[in-house]
């Protein structure tokens, strides 16, 4: 099974429209971390937001916000007052707090987002 | 500190030659990881190391691929007899520590091409 699913390869918004990116993970670790990072053309992959599965409240980030809803497993990105800058992929992503090492970071597919002007 | 920084960021070799990447990580992390990005594809998992020390392998790193940090501080992957279905973007990162909460740092990643 897939950890993270983003069912949204590709999405469009109006310049200073909000936008909602869905984000959904499986894991049976009680205590994981959910993270949203932007990637432009250029390549780098950009931190934005982070979510403790233990946190109570929705991490907010300037305009971004993460909607956690732990029953669903969900973990949507919320982009408020879009800019053209924000046209990018996005990747949700999770690192699990099991015994290994590493906790690295599993990714889902993406979401291309286009801000229209 | 401007960051990770990887060299070269984009590779053309053809099938058969072998490449070697570099990943220059923020000089306080210790903890360094190799993802592969393919087309369309999020980030998977390589390799990671803590100081010099190599301490997880995903079984996507074939024998043709080697991972070294010799002094725990900068990184190369190596790819032998590289494929076709080796091209793809390598992004390095790096990390102040392990706990979930840590940001992961990326580089600009190297494209790599093998025609």
């Known amino acids: 099974a897939q950890k993270i699913t983003q069912t949204q390869p590709g999405m469009f918004v109006q310049e200073k429209e909000a936008v909602t990116l869905d984000c959904t993970y499986d894991?049976?670790?009680?205590?994981?971390?959910l993270f949203w990072y932007k990637q432009p053309s250029s390549g780098e992959m950009i931190f934005l937001i982070y979510?403790?599965?233990?946190?109570?409240q929705n991490a907010t980030e300037g305009r971004y916000s993460l909607n956690f809803q732990k029953a669903r497993k969900s973990a949507n990105l919320v982009i408020s007052a879009s800019q053209l800058g924000d046209s990018a992929m996005y990747f949700c992503?999770?690192?699990?707090?099991?015994?290994?090492?590493?906790?690295?970071?599993?990714f889902g597919s993406g979401t291309q987002l286009t801000v229209l002007p | 500190d401007t960051g990770v920084s990887q060299d070269p960021r984009h590779k053309i070799t053809k099938r058969g030659q072998n490449v070697t990447f570099r990943c220059d990580p923020i000089?306080?992390?210790?903890?360094l990881y190799w993802y592969r990005q393919t087309l369309g594809q999020g980030p998977e998992f390589l390799t990671y190391?803590?100081?010099?020390?190599?301490?997880?392998k995903s079984r996507l790193l074939s024998d043709r691929f080697s991972a070294e940090r010799p002094k725990g501080s900068f990184s190369t992957l190596e790819i032998q007899r590289t494929e076709q279905g080796d091209s793809a973007m390598y992004l390095c990162?790096?990390?102040?520590?392990?706990?979930?909460?840590?940001?992961?740092?990326f580089g600009q990643g190297t494209r790599l091409t093998v025609v």
């Open positions: 979510q403790g599965s233990y946190d109570e």
């Open positions: 190391f803590q100081n010099e020390a190599q301490l997880e």
């Open positions: 894991t049976s670790d009680q205590s994981y971390g």
């Open positions: 000089s306080e992390h210790n903890r």
């Open positions: 990162a790096s990390s102040f520590d392990s706990t979930l909460k840590a940001e992961a740092f």
């Open positions: 992503a999770m690192r699990e707090g099991g015994s290994g090492s590493a906790r690295q970071l599993t």
